[in-house]
């Protein structure tokens, strides 16, 4: 019976931060600033502090004066039309940061097909109502919401934006660089004549991964071909509709690069239907790495862009600006996080020239 006591002794008494910070290889100072979303953390040392957080099931004593800073913080994400895939990947990130962090309230708002003036009431409603909000693509270049947003003094974070804005604060990835990447990876495997898939014309991610891929052929000596070019919507259908002209030309590409992943997969489907085999007769790459990677066959070559910790890096963004105590002024955050390529089954050496 003695072991039972001393774990009812330890779980009373609680686990300190010292602990925590001993579990996960960092400082005390680290943990309170992961707990409390203050400061600038590795997303790789977020990941160890809150595993070790679950591990031992650490409750943070947090200051009375944070306790009533964070008493009635409400954090608001807006999404519309949106890709299934790329959404859970974000509501993971976002709920995951909520569950860290003491009395936090997350508010979901869906903008479903709103006109310009309906998201400026929208986005006027909402000031009202919440401490700071997220925008995921494509409304985190809104002009309508995010004028209204800031007018109403609220803090706003943008996540995948292609760039930084100069009225509120962002967490993206280097688009161009990726897109480069991944037409570099194809160019390696001997590919020449390459498709691409753009996604929506209005956001700025889209016109950087396409410059990026443009700037990788242009350094291999490859001519680009503006009849490779379709344009996408980011949606699975659009995809179809794009691989489908891309396949159908007189000279296909041996390989496609997909603005994401849903649009990739749409392009297998295409190639499959049509009795190609992917990767031997077609390369395919997405962008993303989200779920929709790993459920098609073969699995997808990507881009793998961190949603749930850029989600998570939001909150810490917001809850640095909403607690701050000079509200006067704006203090602006561009945070670029690392993006990886992976490598999967979808891309092999073309089989033969074209």
Same mark, same amino acid.
């Given at each position: ?68 800073? !964070? ?31 003491? !009395? ?84 390696? %495997? ?15 991610? #889209? #016109? ?11 350094? !291999? ?9 379709? %344009? ?50 077609? !390369? ?17 070559? #990507? ?25 006067? #002024? ?25």
């Amino acid at each position: 019976m003695e072991k039972p006591r001393k774990s009812v002794r330890r779980k009373s008494r609680g686990v300190t931060i010292d602990e925590v910070a001993a579990l996960a290889g960092v400082s005390p100072m680290t943990v309170s600033r992961v707990i409390n979303g203050q400061g600038k953390v590795r997303d790789v040392t977020r990941e160890r502090v809150m595993r070790a957080v679950r591990e031992l099931d650490y409750t943070p004593n947090l200051a009375a004066s944070s306790l009533a800073a !964070a008493q009635h913080t409400r954090i608001a994400l807006i999404y519309t039309d949106p890709s299934g895939a790329y959404l859970r990947e974000l509501l993971v990130g976002l709920l995951r940061g909520v569950a860290a962090r003491a !009395a936090i309230q997350l508010v979901i708002d869906y903008w479903d097909d709103l006109d310009p003036d309906a998201e400026r009431k929208a986005a006027r409603t909402l000031a009202r109502k919440v401490d700071g909000v997220i925008l995921p693509p494509p409304l985190c270049e809104s002009r309508p919401a995010v004028t209204e947003l800031v007018r109403g003094g609220i803090p706003v974070v943008a996540i995948a934006s292609g760039r930084f804005s100069d009225e509120i604060s962002c967490v993206r990835i280097d688009d161009f660089r990726a897109g480069k990447e991944l037409a570099e990876h194809l160019i390696a %495997q001997g590919h020449s004549h390459i498709g691409f898939i753009k996604g929506r014309s209005d956001l700025s991610a #889209t #016109t950087r991964r396409f410059e990026g891929f443009k700037s990788a052929l242009d350094d !291999a000596g490859l001519a680009f071909e503006s009849g490779l070019v379709q %344009q996408g919507d980011y949606t699975y259908r659009s995809g179809l509709k794009a691989a489908e002209k891309l396949l159908a030309l007189r000279k296909p590409p041996t390989a496609i690069v997909a603005c994401n992943d849903d649009m990739a997969a749409a392009a297998i489907s295409v190639a499959h239907r049509r009795g190609l085999d992917v990767p031997r007769d077609l !390369a395919v790459v997405g962008f993303d790495d989200t779920s929709a990677a790993t459920t098609v066959w073969p699995e997808l070559t #990507t881009i793998h862009q961190p949603i749930a910790s850029m989600a998570d890096a939001a909150i810490d963004i917001l809850l640095r600006s909403i607690r701050r105590k000079d509200r006067t #002024t704006r203090v602006l955050v561009d945070q670029v996080v690392a993006h990886r390529l992976i490598v999967r089954g979808t891309v092999a050496p073309p089989a033969r020239k074209r």
